[in-house]
C-alpha cells in the first residue's frame, strides 16, 4: 500500500478578515520556522484573502485552496469566480461540493462534475467533498449516498490528482466527530470505490472533516484510509490548526 503524506487543509469558510488572515499566517510561519513538520498544510480563506495570502505563504511549506469556483471558464456570470482566477490569485486546489454548497445552495452531483473537470482543466487540485446526512445515516444508507456521489460526480474524472474529503454533515460545526471507526469504515469504502474506478485509486488522499480538533485529530489521524483532516471551526485560530498538524 501506498503511504500518502497527510494533509492537513483548514477551512475557514466565510470567516477571517485580510488582517485576521495575515495575523494567523504570521503565527504560522513564526511556529514552521521551529519545527518541521513532514504533513502537507492548506489554508482555504475568502476569495478576497487569496493574493495577499499568496504572497505571505510564498516560499513556505504552506499552500492555498479555494472553497469554491465556478464551472465556467468566462461570461456574465455575476458574481461568480473562475478556475483562472483562482489560480492567478495564487490558489492551487480548491474545494468543490462541500455540503454548505450542496445543502445551502443547491449544487447537484452534475454540477459539480462540471466543476471537477474546470478545476483540472486549469491544472488546480480538487478537494472533492462527499458525505450523508444524519437522517441518511439513521436510514443506513450513508455508504449508498457517499457512492452515488462519488459515481455522479467522477463519472468522467480525468486527470489523477484528485483529493476526496469524506465530511459526514452531521458532524460539521456540530461538536459531534464521527468515531475513528465510522471514519475508518467509511474511508475504507471509499477507497474501494476509488481503487475499482480508477488505476491510481490507491494514490488518492482521503481527508477526514467534521468537527476534528486538537482533542480528536490523533487518533483520527491514525486510522487506516484517513490521509488528512479538512478542518472548519479548530482552524480559525492558528494555535488548535497547529495543535491539530502536531507541530
Ligand atoms: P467543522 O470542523 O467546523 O465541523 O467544519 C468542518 C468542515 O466543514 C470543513 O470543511
Request: proline residues 4%.
Amino acid at each position: 500500500m501506498t503511504t500518502l503524506s497527510q494533509i492537513i487543509a483548514g477551512n475557514w469558510k466565510m470567516n477571517l478578515t485580510l488582517s485576521q488572515g495575515l495575523d494567523f499566517v504570521d503565527v504560522l510561519l513564526a511556529a514552521l520556522s521551529e519545527k518541521k513538520i513532514s504533513r502537507k498544510l492548506l489554508l482555504a480563506p475568502n476569495f478576497t484573502l487569496l493574493a495577499p495570502l499568496a504572497v505571505a505563504c510564498r516560499d513556505s511549506v504552506i499552500e492555498l485552496a479555494a472553497q469554491n469556483c465556478s464551472d465556467h471558464e468566462s461570461g456574465a456570470f455575476t458574481g461568480e469566480t473562475s478556475v483562472s482566477m483562482l489560480k492567478d490569485a495564487g490558489a492551487a486546489y480548491v474545494i468543490v461540493g462541500h455540503s454548505e454548497r450542496r445543502h445551502i445552495f443547491g449544487e447537484s452531483n452534475a454540477l459539480l462534475a462540471a466543476k471537477l473537470g474546470a478545476v483540472v482543466g486549469a491544472g488546480l487540485r480538487p478537494i472533492f467533498c462527499v458525505g450523508e446526512t444524519l437522517e441518511q445515516r439513521q436510514q443506513g444508507v450513508a455508504d449508498e449516498v457517499v457512492t452515488r456521489q462519488l459515481t455522479e460526480s467522477l463519472a468522467d474524472f480525468s486527470g489523477s490528482r484528485l483529493i476526496v474529503a469524506y465530511e459526514p454533515v452531521w458532524a460539521i460545526g456540530t461538536g459531534e466527530t464521527a468515531t475513528p471507526e465510522d471514519a475508518r469504515l467509511m474511508h475504507a469504502e471509499i477507497r474501494r470505490f476509488l481503487r475499482t474506478r480508477f488505476t491510481w485509486g490507491d494514490e488518492v488522499p482521503i481527508l477526514y472533516g467534521g468537527s476534528a480538533k486538537p482533542g480528536n485529530a490523533a487518533e483520527l489521524l491514525a486510522q487506516p484510509e484517513v490521509n488528512g483532516l479538512l478542518v472548519g471551526g479548530a482552524a480559525l485560530n492558528p494555535e488548535s490548526f497547529l495543535e491539530i498538524a502536531g507541530v
